[in-house]
Structures are given as structure tokens and as C-alpha cells.
């Protein structure tokens, strides 16, 4: 992954320039049917390496609630690349006090995005960080998230793969509602319990809630921008600006679209089925 992180800045100011010719740039007309196995040679036999040995390189997409963070931490565990949550920059970027900070929180406790300079920025020095540190490969989770995002990624680097999770709408909002954080050993958990009837004859839903450890019942914290208001608001901004970045992927067949049916036990082993994973590891990751 050596020098993306230069790449997408220079790759960020070109593209500023030509900022008019890039929003004019079309995307094809014609896009091949959706995909709905991971590529061949997105994973190796046991998922960590792709088969020409080079680490993997994937994206996860999908609205607020569905569940981006929890799959991308558990399969970056289990790939051994590191997870790289554009969210989690921005929230630490939030935490260090100045006025940079004041001016993020306006936009993000609002549901808005942030512009793509600032997260950019935040993205490169977190990739720098990584190179320095000799990782290999990643699993991006929030970005990109506007069409222009995706564009900047794919002229610095090969995107293998884009795994779009989808949950019914009904249940985004709830689980948002529901997410929970220890403030002192950064866990995440959910206080949602979501049992949602069957569309069209299918089975139900059912989605327990992830209760915290009784240590951690006192220190949990609730994100700014899970408020009712402020989660619609950003559902509604995931429609109009990420939405058409499937559609971004679907044409250059790398969109993996997988329908989570339910809670963490019974979506995690379907996804790695979806995703060829095998191997002893994933039994006792599913299990897990
Ligand atoms: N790629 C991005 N582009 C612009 N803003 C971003 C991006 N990633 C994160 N953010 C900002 O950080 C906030 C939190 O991001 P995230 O935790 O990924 O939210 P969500 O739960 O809505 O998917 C977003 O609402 C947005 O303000």
C-alpha cells in the first residue's frame, strides 16, 4: 500500500482543479448485473491474502445502523489488515480540543458530511501512520462516501472488492437508537432488541440486543449524532450522496451486496460463505 496516502492527497488536489470536468464525468449507462459472489481471487484459500499474494484491499458500504463497523473490525481481525473507519478519525479529530474541532462538530452532530478536503487529510495521515508502520493492505469503512471520494480512490489504487450491507430501513434507525459506548474500555453495544414481521411471506427478523458486561453498565456513553433528528438526517444524506457510489462499484463489477438476515450469530458465518472465506478460522470467529 506504499504511498497511497501521498497518492490520494496529490490525487485529491488534482482532482480539486478539475472539479468541474470530474462532476461532469458520467458514470456508464449500462451496468453489468450485480454481483453477488466475492470475486475469485479476492481471497485466498483461508481469506487473508488474495491469490496473487497481495494483502486485501475492500470497502464496506452501507447506511448508518447496518452494522459497517462491527463486520469490517471482525474480518479485519481475521484477515489481518487493519480496519480504517473514516468515522473513528473523524471522531477522534473531534475529541482534541481547538477550534478545528468546534468547526466539526457543527457539521457532524448536524448529520452532514464533512468536505472531502478535511477527510481526506484525516484518511492520508492515517494511511501514512500505517506505512510507517509496515501494514498491508485495509478494509476502508465510510469512505468513500460521495461519488468524488470514489473517484479519488480508484485513480490511486486497486479497490478489490465493495461489500454493501443492506438491512431493512424499519430496523436502521432503532439499532442507531439503541448503539452504546464504554467510555472507559471503548466497547460497542447495542440496547435495541428488534423483531420485525416478515415482508412478502419472508421469515422474520430478529435482531437480540448486545448488552454491555456488568463493569461497563455505569461508563455507557451515547454519540452526539444518534438522535432521532440527527440520524434521519444522515439517512437521508446517505441517499443522495452515497447511494450512487453502489452504483459507482456495480459498473466496475466490485459490489458484493449481502442482505444481513438478522443478528451478529446468524449474518457473520453467511457473510463469510459470501465472501469464500474458509478455513478452521472462521469457525471460531462465527462462534465468537
Ligand atoms: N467519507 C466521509 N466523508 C465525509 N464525512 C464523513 C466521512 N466519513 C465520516 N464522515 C463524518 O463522520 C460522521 C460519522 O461517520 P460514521 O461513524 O461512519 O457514521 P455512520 O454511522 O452514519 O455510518 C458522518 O456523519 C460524517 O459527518
Known amino acids: ?3 497511497i496516502s501521498r497518492a490520494i492527497r496529490v490525487c485529491a488536489a488534482a482532482s480539486r482543479r478539475t472539479l468541474a470536468a470530474a462532476s461532469a464525468a458520467a458514470l456508464p449507462k449500462e451496468a453489468p448485473a450485480a454481483g453477488v459472489r466475492a470475486p475469485a481471487a479476492a481471497t485466498g484459500r483461508k ?3 488474495r491469490e496473487d499474494g497481495r494483502r486485501v484491499q475492500w470497502v464496506f458500504l452501507g447506511c448508518p445502523g447496518v452494522g459497517k463497523g462491527t463486520y469490517a473490525s471482525r474480518l479485519s481481525q481475521l484477515l489481518d489488515v487493519p480496519h480504517i473507519a473514516t468515522g473513528d478519525l473523524v471522531r477522534d479529530a473531534l475529541a482534541a480540543p481547538g477550534p478545528f474541532s468546534k468547526q466539526l462538530a457543527e457539521i457532524v452532530n ?4 464533512v468536505s472531502d478536503e478535511i477527510i481526506i487529510n484525516l484518511l492520508s495521515r492515517r494511511l501514512e501512520e500505517g506505512e510507517e508502520k509496515g501494514e498491508l493492505g485495509f478494509i476502508l469503512d465510510g469512505f468513500p462516501r460521495t461519488i468524488r471520494q470514489a473517484e479519488i480512490l480508484e485513480g490511486v489504487t486497486d479497490i478489490d ?3 454493501n450491507l443492506k438491512l431493512r430501513e424499519e430496523a436502521l434507525l432503532a439499532k442507531c437508537l439503541g448503539r452504546r459506548m464504554c467510555s472507559q474500555c471503548g466497547g460497542n453495544f ?5 423483531d420485525i414481521e416478515g415482508e412478502n411471506g419472508g421469515p422474520r427478523m430478529y435482531m437480540p440486543p448486545l448488552l454491555p458486561p456488568p463493569q461497563c453498565e455505569s461508563k455507557l456513553i451515547t454519540r452526539p449524532d444518534d438522535t432521532e433528528e440527527v440520524v434521519k438526517e444522515r439517512l ?3 441517499h443522495d450522496l452515497t447511494e ?5 462499484y456495480r459498473a466496475r463489477g466490485k459490489l458484493l451486496e449481502f442482505n444481513l438476515p438478522g443478528g451478529i450469530p446468524e449474518s457473520w458465518p453467511k457473510l463469510l460463505e459470501a465472501l469464500n472465506i474458509e478455513g478452521p478460522d472462521n469457525e471460531r470467529s462465527a462462534a465468537a
Open 1 to 3: 500500500m506504499a504511498g
Open 47 to 49: 481469506g487473508r491474502d
Open 110 to 113: 448536524h448529520g452532514k458530511l
Open 161 to 163: 472488492l465493495v461489500i
Open 190 to 194: 447495542n440496547v435495541a432488541s428488534i
Open 236 to 238: 437521508r444524506v446517505y
Open 244 to 248: 450512487p457510489v453502489e452504483e459507482f
